[in-house]
Each structure stands twice: as structure tokens, then as C-alpha cells.
């Protein structure tokens, strides 16, 4: 494998002036850096990447955080971030937080000790900032006391097309599912939205409440059967997909014709609901462009730069079978 003195060997000059060339960080001449640069295309030289971290003083590692990459969005969401960290020349570590004591505690630790370069953070809480650094730190989807850039859906679009939809359709009893109105998961945002455009409009809506962390398919299709008696009586339901699976999986399993009795929307758009007959109808995020941003702010951070407060990614509206 070729070293760096063999650049230095084939190009004619010292070792450090390679090192200045392949770092950008010092005086080279133009005619010896074109020299240095031929030198590294002949051999096939590959600077190591440890070695230019050490260098630049980063670990070309990010940290994300999510709730559960099982989730079908969180698994996208990553998906998507890893690819964008990637182009940038680093790396991803991730890490659930579901169930697992201290973990939000430990990655900032990590980034205080600077064994990672900076941290997205798509869960409820960050722990308090008063003994750390803090550091480059972008949040999707959730406010913090602590000032932490924003990234998230605009979701108040999301709440007043559901809330469109379902008046265009003739609902007159609507429900949703909603993990309570904390300010601190910005999501919650479509369903007050949602809300307070179908009452305006005249339309009933009951508003179902499931734990924060009801991420698993079994908890979501056990709240179906719990609320069936209210869920039979409404003509139009909002939930997430793992939600609306579970829904038109019951209603459909109780004689209910979908859209017919029950127009049913799920808020995520991720590919599993194109698995159901009928196809869901969706408000789908943009998880390809929450990513990019996401990656974006925290490794401008990373360089000392500025970035805005709050990002808002537009959603949009995939009618399907279920409307």
C-alpha cells in the first residue's frame, strides 16, 4: 500500500509539503501542489482517514438518536441520514433510547469528550446543558429549553390537509389518535391544527390519547380493539401508519367498508402503507430532506457556523383507497 513518504519520493519534495497539499493547511505552490496531486493519482495513494481527523481535530463521527429503529420512520429517517453523512465524508453512530436508562446522557457525554463530532437528536429529551460544552447539537422534530436548533415537518400544513380532507369528504365525527399536546414533540402540532379547523367547520373531533412511546405494532392495534366502541362511531380517523394499519385492519375485520364508513388517514407516509388493500391515504414527510437539512445544520455547526432556530420541511397529501 503506498505511503504518504512514497508521494513525497515520486513528487520530489519533503514529507511535510505532501502533508500541507493534502490538508490545505499551509503554503504550497501551485506547480508543486499539481506535482504532489499527479504523484498521489500514479501510486494510488489514499490518505488515511483516521490520520486527516487528527489532523482537521474531528472524529468524522456524528451521533443520532432515535426512539426505536424499528419504528418504520425513524428506520427512514436514519436511512437517509447515513446516506447524506456518508456524502460528507462521515460517519453515523446510532443509538435507541427506548427503555435504555441514561442514553441521551451518554452521547453527550461522548461529544463533550469529543468522541463524536456533533449529535442529532430525534427524542424527547436532551439532559440539562448546565455541566456540558453542548457543542454541535441539531433537534428533528422537538423543542428544547436548551436553544437547540429545529428541524422538523411543517406540520401545521399537515394538521389543516388532513382536517381539508376529511371535510371534503362529508366526515361529520372525526378521531385521532394523539400521544397528548406536549409542546416538546412538535408533531403534536397537526392535531391541534386539526382540530381547530374541523370544529370551525362544524365537525366533532375526539381525540384519543396513547403513551408518547407507542411505537410498537402490537401497542397501536391493542388501542384499536380498547376504542373500537368510539372508532365504530366516527366517519373519519387520523394516526400514524403503524395506527392506520391497525385501524383498517380491524374495521375491515369488523365489516366496515373503507372509505364508505370510515375515511382513514395515516400521518408519516412511509412505504409500508402501500402493503394495504386499500392503499392508506397519507400525509407523507419528506424523511429524504429532513435528513439532508439535519446533516447539513449540525455539521455547519461542526465548523463554527450559525444556523437558523427552526427548519420547516413542507408535507403533502397522498389521497389513496382509505379516503
Known amino acids: 500500500?503506498?505511503?504518504?513518504?512514497?508521494?513525497?519520493v515520486r513528487a520530489g519534495v519533503g514529507i511535510g509539503t505532501v502533508s500541507r497539499t493534502l490538508n490545505n493547511s499551509g503554503y504550497v505552490s501551485e506547480e508543486t501542489r499539481l506535482r504532489?496531486?499527479?504523484?498521489?493519482?500514479?501510486?494510488?495513494?489514499?490518505?488515511?482517514?483516521?490520520?486527516?481527523?487528527?489532523?482537521?481535530?474531528?472524529?468524522?463521527?456524528?451521533?443520532?438518536?432515535?426512539?426505536?429503529q424499528e419504528h418504520p420512520f425513524f428506520a427512514k429517517i436514519m436511512k437517509h441520514m447515513e446516506i447524506e453523512l456518508y456524502k460528507q465524508g462521515y460517519k453515523c453512530l446510532i443509538c435507541n433510547t427506548l427503555d435504555i436508562v441514561n442514553?441521551?446522557?451518554?452521547?453527550?457525554?461522548?461529544?463533550?469528550?469529543?468522541?463524536?463530532?456533533?449529535?442529532?437528536?430525534?427524542?424527547?429529551?436532551?439532559?440539562?446543558?448546565?455541566?456540558?460544552?453542548?457543542?454541535?447539537?441539531?433537534?428533528?422534530?422537538?423543542?428544547?429549553?436548551?436553544?437547540?436548533?429545529?428541524?422538523?415537518?411543517?406540520?401545521?400544513?399537515?394538521?389543516?390537509?388532513?382536517?381539508?380532507?376529511?371535510?371534503?369528504?362529508?366526515?361529520?365525527?372525526?378521531?385521532?389518535?394523539?400521544?397528548?399536546?406536549?409542546?416538546?414533540?412538535?408533531?403534536?402540532?397537526?392535531?391541534?391544527?386539526?382540530?381547530?379547523?374541523?370544529?370551525?367547520?362544524g365537525v366533532e373531533?375526539?381525540?384519543?390519547?396513547?403513551?408518547?412511546?407507542?411505537l410498537s405494532y402490537s401497542y397501536n392495534k391493542d388501542m384499536v380493539h380498547k376504542y373500537w366502541d368510539i372508532i365504530e362511531n366516527v366517519d373519519?380517523?387520523?394516526?400514524?401508519?403503524?395506527g392506520a394499519l391497525s385501524c383498517l385492519s380491524v374495521a375491515q375485520q369488523k365489516g366496515l367498508s373503507i372509505p364508505d364508513d370510515l375515511c382513514i388517514v395515516a400521518y408519516d407516509g412511509t412505504e409500508?402503507?402501500?402493503?394495504?388493500?386499500?392503499e392508506l391515504t397519507v400525509v407523507q414527510q419528506d424523511c429524504a430532506e429532513i435528513a439532508r437539512k439535519c446533516v447539513e445544520?449540525?455539521?455547519?455547526?461542526?465548523?463554527?457556523?450559525?444556523?437558523?432556530?427552526?427548519?420547516?420541511?413542507?408535507?403533502?397529501?397522498?389521497?389513496?383507497g382509505t379516503t
Open 103 to 201: 442514553r441521551q446522557k451518554s452521547f453527550i457525554d461522548m461529544l463533550d469528550s469529543r468522541a463524536v463530532d456533533g449529535i442529532i437528536s430525534c427524542v424527547d429529551e436532551l439532559p440539562d446543558f448546565s455541566n456540558h460544552s453542548r457543542g454541535a447539537i441539531v433537534s428533528f422534530d422537538r423543542n428544547s429549553e436548551a436553544g437547540v436548533p429545529i428541524v422538523r415537518s411543517e406540520h401545521e400544513m399537515g394538521g389543516r390537509l388532513v382536517a381539508e380532507l376529511f371535510i371534503k369528504k362529508g366526515c361529520k365525527r372525526v378521531c385521532q389518535f394523539t400521544a397528548g399536546l406536549d409542546k416538546k414533540r412538535t408533531a403534536n402540532i397537526r392535531h391541534e391544527v386539526m382540530k381547530e379547523v374541523l370544529e370551525e367547520a
Open 236 to 242: 373519519g380517523i387520523m394516526t400514524t401508519d403503524i
Open 36 to 68: 504532489i496531486m499527479k504523484a498521489v493519482e500514479e501510486i494510488g495513494y489514499k490518505p488515511s482517514a483516521i490520520a486527516t481527523n487528527m489532523v482537521k481535530k474531528r472524529t468524522g463521527i456524528i451521533g443520532v438518536m432515535v426512539p426505536n
Open 272 to 278: 409500508i402503507t402501500e402493503l394495504s388493500y386499500p
Open 205 to 214: 373531533v375526539i381525540s384519543i390519547i396513547t403513551a408518547w412511546d407507542a
Open 1 to 8: 500500500m503506498a505511503s504518504i513518504r512514497d508521494v513525497a
Open 297 to 320: 445544520n449540525v455539521l455547519k455547526m461542526v465548523d463554527g457556523e450559525k444556523v437558523p432556530e427552526l427548519e420547516l420541511i413542507p408535507v403533502k397529501l397522498i389521497e389513496r
